[in-house]
């Protein structure tokens, strides 16, 4: 394959990977703004706290066993050892029950005490016992989705990857309209409490998990009893004893569960002691007010955040078999490719978005969330771009450090940042208020990044000099393109009253926007150089891009 091909094929195999992903956030987003105002700002908080020790608690239930069935599944069906095939399969659903359900249980004992922890001292009875009743409501999740990725892994592993896509579409729908129906129907139209509606949102993943896990259950059937036949038909016994299929899934699983748990450890530090300690700091007179700031911070400024996170995941999955297949080959030189390769690609997707961020803060956020405290969840969201660049970035070279087998260093970067972070919380958070949050979360990546990046050059030899001289070039394109559009928005009079007008003229200016930066980038020739191709008309862009 010559170097422009090989451009192309890695650039489609990531962006494949976060098209599918952006749907599934995309339909996440949906549900969040009609939340926030049947819910009310200041219980997003709540929504916050509750799904971060979500995602820390689904690590440890599901212990990387999903991903570890996918690998398996694909090794031994390739090999033909269909009865290896199924025991992989029994063998890693049953951790995952075993796990889930251990998991629940310390949920259940321990909800009361994670509740008083995470509001503060100062929190008021009431509060606590909601946040209570919601971790109560999650321990369903908690056993539901780590059964239904195990399904996914097994799926994943025999190649039914549009089964595996249109379950997680079905999954997020079914959440998101049971969020809006249901929450409607109980705080609109019966008047119960606002706090029902967060109630009923973690109640919904429940009922999406469940609805997908029946989908997969069902349409699966026929890939299962194909298995089973082969199973049968295979003369010679598995190739591995259930003892050795269990001790390789936890030796493929954990090294994964470890990397995962100590990249959610910035917003879990976020998460439980934000609130105590501005109390402690302050005064219990701030509670309200840090709650209300947290909630914009940590829900509604962290769901906005998820549409460039895309990048990360889509990139993190898709440069997998690309990097592997240069470290097995043992091309220091066709890595470095490849690692500039995916650095253009993202700073030349990133770096627009966020500059559009920084500058239309306001904008963004009234049309996403409306005009209630749209001061101060602007001004949170402009800042906490700094967090959103460098949190994008992270992951992925996390991705290739796990791809480049550096599990150990990636475990110890992590371990350092994560060290980082706790030292700076306290003093930036009592300095800054919820922006400290921000300005540590932003050493916490940063940390990641230097350590990670000195890591590939130590191992691999990596220069990314070209890809540092595309950055400049990128962010001066990036603020050419913006200044003009912002200017122009500055002249309309806008009161913000109206989304649908806002949402009219941010389409006009991100069009102008578009071919400003368009005719900037290609005029310094960094889609030419990124993507590997000379013509950069519209009509040869798509025909690279169409698989």
Known sequence: MNKEKMKQSLLIGALTSSFGIFVSKLLGLLYYSPLSAIAGEANMAFYSIVYTYYDLLLQISQAGIPFAIAALVAKYYSKNDFKSVLLVKKMGTSIVLGLSFFTGLFLLLAAEPIARQSLGASAPKEDIANLKIMFNILVIAVILVPLLSSFRGYIQGLKRLDLYASSQVLEQFVRVFSIILLGYLFVVILRFKNIWAIFIAIAAASLGALAALFYTKILGRQDEKSVVLLAKKQEEGPLMSEKEIVKEILMLGIPYVIISFLGTAGPLINTTFFLDHMTRVKGPEVYESAKLASGILQANVAKISNIPSVLALGFGSGMVPYLSES???????????????????????????????????????????????????ASLFAVSNIQIFLGTLAPIFSSMMMSLKLRKEAIITLIVSFIAKLITFFPLVALFGAYGM????????????????????????????????????????????VLPAFALHSLIPFDYSSRIADIMIMGVLGLIMLGIYYAITVKMRLPQKIFGIKDISLRKLLSVLRP
């Open 327 to 377: 470290l097995e080959a043992r091309d220091n030189k066709k890595i470095t490719r490849q690692i500039n390769q995916i650095l253009d690609t993202v700073i030349f997707i990133l770096v627009p978005m966020i500059m559009i961020f920084i500058f239309f803060a306001r904008d963004i956020y009234y049309i996403m969330y409306g005009n209630h405290n749209l001061d101060l969840g």
């Open 438 to 481: 921000i300005y540590s979360s932003g050493i916490y990546y940063l940390m990641q990044i230097v350590m990670y990046f000195l890591s590939l050059r130590r191992n691999f030899g990596i220069n990314i000099k070209g890809s540092t001289r595309r950055f400049i070039k990128t962010l001066i394109a990036s603020v050419i393109m």
